[in-house]
């Protein structure tokens, strides 16, 4: 069956987010020609807005419709620790856990060899400046547990040696809330390696 | 963390979609911040686009941007088969599947006690007075098969009674491509009630 255009364009254009198959896509559109035209007509609205108003923070790259986003203007947090992250969503994810009251750091990209991707080197002189500026005395390595995310870990401690900082990664191990009979072979390698003495109870 | 108000409010309305919570809403506006501009705003303008241009044929009520849609204005389709679906959707998946090659009706909605929902009557009263005008000799009811499918097809067959046309389901049974270890039993039960008798090969 042609689709109408106007359909048939929405649903390709939709049909470009990651795991979004022809299918889910035209499911996604259907529903929303189901619905209220408001939602549909706010939803293009909000898109459009959104991208032209929210861009990177000066400071750290987190998001912000300011010259500087909310965390770096809160005196209130620990200006003496950085937590570099990988993308802005990432620090979306950190800050949402609500367990970190340092700065921040987004990077913009991985090390990521077989996709021809580095870290952009005006990132970690953004980072170097801003260590030396502060100054800060701990950056935390909240990168992905994976391969890329040890290329990175590295290149980031690479470019900060010397810098009299210290640098650690967040801990690999087994999630809350798992099961031992479903964890895979490599994360229960490294939950056994970095494994816990247990204190003895006191009686 | 306080997002900043255009992303909060985009992330709030792509959450509306059926089975995106909240992280997939970020994930995916995330993604889509991250890539060229010109793709956001497109589908922004194809959001508005297809609501303001996508509408019901006035036959069959199945999408269209004029007043009727393709398939009813093409002469070369079978004009005495209808085939009738709940959804516009569901239509597009039988159009697209290529095995048929008569007209449609679309319910517009489905006998649903427990959500108090019902075949829209103008639908049914669209539907009859089609059959006559064509006339149309066969319909061909394309409905989910559960239960609310087989209520809907009962209240069909109620509305034509009299109208001397042949009403036919399609068939239930193992899906193609399925196993026998995966189906379920209703699956089972009705693949075994419905079950073929093999023809002889003949030497």
């Given at each position: 069956m042609?689709?109408?255009?106007?359909?048939e364009?929405?649903i390709?254009?939709?049909?470009?987010?990651?795991g979004?198959?022809e299918?889910t896509?035209?499911?996604?559109?259907?529903?929303?020609?189901s619905?209220?035209?408001g939602?549909?007509?706010?939803?293009?609205?909000?898109?459009?807005?959104?991208?032209?108003?929210?861009?990177?923070c000066e400071?750290c790259?987190?998001?912000?419709t300011?010259d500087?986003c909310?965390?770096?203007?809160?005196?209130?947090?620990?200006?003496r620790?950085?937590c570099?992250v990988?993308?802005?969503?990432?620090?979306?994810a950190?800050?949402?856990?609500g367990?970190?009251?340092?700065?921040y750091?987004?990077l913009g990209?991985?090390?990521?060899?077989?996709d021809?991707e580095?870290i952009?080197?005006e990132?970690?002189?953004l980072l170097?400046?801003r260590?030396?500026?502060?100054?800060a005395?701990?950056v935390i390595?909240?990168?992905?547990?994976?391969i890329e995310g040890?290329l990175?870990a590295f290149?980031?401690?690479?470019?900060l040696?010397?810098?009299?900082?210290?640098?650690s990664?967040?801990?690999?191990g087994?999630?809350?809330?798992?099961?031992?009979?479903?964890?895979?072979?490599?994360t229960l390698h490294?939950?056994l390696?970095a494994?816990?003495e247990?204190?003895e109870?006191?009686?």
């Amino acid at each position: 069956m042609n689709l109408p255009g106007p359909l048939e364009r929405l649903i390709n254009l939709w049909g470009k987010f990651p795991g979004v198959g022809e299918k889910t896509a035209r499911r996604m559109v259907f529903f929303m020609l189901s619905q209220d035209p408001g939602w549909a007509r706010a939803m293009a609205s909000a898109i459009v807005d959104a991208v032209d108003k929210v861009r990177a923070c000066e400071e750290c790259g987190a998001i912000t419709t300011d010259d500087v986003c909310v965390i770096c203007s809160d005196n209130s947090r620990d200006r003496r620790k950085i937590c570099v992250v990988e993308t802005q969503e990432d620090c979306v994810a950190m800050e949402q856990s609500g367990v970190y009251s340092g700065l921040y750091h987004v990077l913009g990209g991985k090390c990521s060899p077989l996709d021809d991707e580095e870290i952009p080197k005006e990132s970690l002189d953004l980072l170097k400046k801003r260590i030396y500026r502060l100054p800060a005395n701990e950056v935390i390595l909240a990168l992905d547990p994976r391969i890329e995310g040890d290329l990175t870990a590295f290149t980031v401690q690479e470019a900060l040696k010397g810098m009299g900082v210290r640098i650690s990664r967040l801990s690999y191990g087994l999630p809350v809330g798992g099961s031992i009979g479903y964890a895979d072979r490599a994360t229960l390698h490294v939950a056994l390696e970095a494994r816990r003495e247990m204190e003895e109870e006191e009686d």
